[in-house]
């Protein structure tokens, strides 16, 4: 019985596969990050094609861990948890809005650090504000728990 | 499809063979938990069409308006009545209003994880005050000199073992049924493991960490993100008040 659950499961999981194959829309995903099982959070935004994460850049700020990998099922992330989407139009967009994010609070290259404003937990210089002004950009901003004034 | 068919058929195949004997092993399995909507907003289960639809929005934990005002009232309060870390009282008073502030959150996260609320709340507390630590540029205003890329780099990588390793062991003592005792017992052991190691690392100490938990009012904070109000709304500012110095700690 078991055994024929699990070739039922496998020929689901394959059409479904197939499915989402044919999908070639792209997404931006957002993932929330939790430090100690608490109410701390890290958000970070991969480029997906709703099945699978599309590139190994990692949109977000003030962090050097690693969350979007090329392939990756994009119902999670390594350490977060999926909260929301929006539509994108590519990669150039994404790029595009990461880059402009990244000026404005000084993190060159998705740096893990400011050169202009000093970090602050739930003020308006971490990684919610910077998510915040990546989605803004990007066409919908996303809820964060800092005021970012 | 055809791959689907042969792989369907081949399964078939496998699936005519006789089980083997299985071993009757009683295995105790961890309680399953209600994974909160509140903290898991539901992902479309299929790739969602323009035009047709729309991305809810997600709930989140908010920092209350007057979050800053609080911490900064408090620390002034702490050092008029002479305490020893008003850096710590300030910051755990903020932390106090945040949690009360997304009482929901805090319970649907108790919940989730087999905890108290007091626990989340304390796991907060210290969360923040861990990416407090990582504070590169006050960090070295504080020790008075500059930190090195490699040592910025361990401590960062000391604060994601932290946060994994003890994800780990807190969700293996909840399956295990172990007591809240003892769960607060690898709380503060986690917390004294980072911050010694954390001290190691970066030359600080318990009373420069209260200063940086103090943070500091004045200080110029990153353009605001926030639209310029109506023109009909603007009124001209009053005069600022004289500037109050700072209540000293010493």
């Given at each position: 019985m078991r055994k024929i659950l699990t070739v039922a499961s496998l020929a689901a999981m394959l059409s479904?596969?197939?499915?989402?194959?044919?999908?070639?829309?792209?997404?931006?995903?957002?993932?929330?990050?939790?430090?100690?099982?608490?109410?701390?959070?890290?958000?970070?935004?991969?480029?997906?094609?709703?099945?699978?994460?599309?590139?190994?850049?990692?949109?977000?700020?003030?962090?050097?861990?690693?969350?979007?990998?090329?392939?990756?099922?994009?119902?999670?992330?390594?350490?977060?948890?999926?909260?929301?989407?929006?539509?994108?139009?590519?990669?150039?967009?994404?790029?595009?809005?990461?880059?402009?994010?990244?000026?404005?609070?000084?993190?060159?290259?998705?740096?893990?650090?400011?050169?202009?404003?000093?970090?602050?937990?739930?003020?308006?210089?971490?990684?919610?504000?910077?998510?915040?002004?990546?989605?803004?950009?990007?066409?919908?901003?996303?809820?964060?728990?800092?005021?970012?004034? | 499809?055809?791959g689907t068919l042969a792989l369907v058929a081949a399964g078939l195949v496998w699936s005519m063979w006789p089980d083997p004997p299985v071993q009757q092993v009683a295995r105790?399995q961890?309680?399953?938990?209600?994974?909160?909507?509140?903290?898991?907003?539901?992902?479309?289960?299929?790739?969602?069409?323009?035009?047709?639809?729309?991305?809810?929005?997600?709930?989140?934990?908010?920092?209350?308006?007057?979050?800053?005002?609080?911490?900064?009232?408090?620390?002034?309060?702490?050092?008029?009545?002479?305490?020893?870390?008003?850096?710590?009282?300030?910051?755990?008073?903020?932390?106090?209003?945040?949690?009360?502030?997304?009482?929901?959150?805090?319970?649907?996260?108790?919940?989730?994880?087999?905890?108290?609320?007091?626990?989340?709340?304390?796991?907060?507390?210290?969360?923040?005050?861990?990416?407090?630590?990582?504070?590169?540029?006050?960090?070295?205003?504080?020790?008075?000199?500059?930190?090195?890329?490699?040592?910025?780099?361990?401590?960062?990588?000391?604060?994601?073992?932290?946060?994994?390793?003890?994800?780990?062991?807190?969700?293996?003592?909840?399956?295990?049924?172990?007591?809240?005792?003892?769960?607060?017992?690898?709380?503060?052991?986690?917390?004294?493991?980072?911050?010694?190691?954390?001290?190691?690392?970066?030359?600080?100490?318990?009373?420069?960490?209260?200063?940086?938990?103090?943070?500091?009012?004045?200080?110029?904070?990153?353009?605001?993100?926030?639209?310029?109000?109506?023109?009909?709304?603007?009124?001209?500012?009053?005069?600022?008040?004289?500037?109050?110095?700072?209540?000293?700690?010493?």
């Amino acid at each position: 019985m078991r055994k024929i659950l699990t070739v039922a499961s496998l020929a689901a999981m394959l059409s479904v596969g197939f499915a989402h194959q044919a999908n070639s829309a792209n997404y931006v995903e957002y993932y929330r990050d939790n430090l100690f099982i608490g109410l701390a959070y890290h958000r970070v935004a991969c480029l997906t094609n709703w099945s699978t994460i599309q590139s190994n850049q990692d949109y977000d700020g003030f962090t050097h861990q690693r969350y979007c990998y090329s392939g990756a099922n994009a119902a999670s992330v390594p350490n977060g948890s999926w909260y929301d989407w929006n539509y994108a139009t590519g990669k150039s967009q994404l790029d595009a809005c990461g880059s402009s994010t990244n000026s404005k609070y000084n993190t060159p290259n998705y740096a893990d650090r400011s050169n202009s404003c000093s970090y602050n937990v739930l003020m308006d210089c971490n990684s919610d504000c910077w998510i915040r002004n990546f989605s803004k950009c990007q066409g919908r901003q996303v809820s964060i728990a800092s005021p970012c004034w | 499809m055809a791959g689907t068919l042969a792989l369907v058929a081949a399964g078939l195949v496998w699936s005519m063979w006789p089980d083997p004997p299985v071993q009757q092993v009683a295995r105790a399995q961890p309680p399953e938990r209600e994974r909160s909507e509140l903290l898991h907003p539901v992902r479309p289960s299929e790739p969602p069409v323009q035009g047709r639809d729309r991305p809810a929005s997600a709930p989140s934990p908010e920092a209350p308006e007057d979050l800053a005002k609080i911490k900064n009232q408090a620390y002034a309060k702490a050092v008029e009545d002479g305490v020893a870390r008003p850096g710590e009282v300030a910051f755990r008073e903020m932390i106090d209003a945040f949690m009360a502030y997304n009482q929901a959150f805090a319970e649907a996260q108790a919940r989730e994880e087999g905890i108290t609320v007091a626990e989340v709340h304390e796991l907060t507390y210290f969360g923040f005050k861990v990416l407090e630590t990582q504070r590169w540029g006050d960090v070295e205003d504080l020790v008075e000199h500059p930190i090195s890329d490699e040592v910025k780099a361990q401590a960062e990588q000391l604060m994601h073992e932290s946060n994994a390793d003890f994800k780990g062991e807190i969700r293996q003592l909840v399956d295990d049924g172990a007591s809240e005792e003892e769960r607060w017992a690898l709380i503060g052991d986690t917390q004294s493991r980072y911050m010694a190691k954390y001290f190691e690392l970066t030359g600080m100490n318990d009373e420069l960490v209260d200063e940086l938990l103090a943070g500091d009012p004045s200080r110029s904070f990153a353009p605001a993100d926030t639209p310029p109000p109506p023109l009909e709304e603007i009124e001209p500012a009053p005069p600022p008040p004289p500037v109050e110095p700072r209540p000293s700690a010493g």
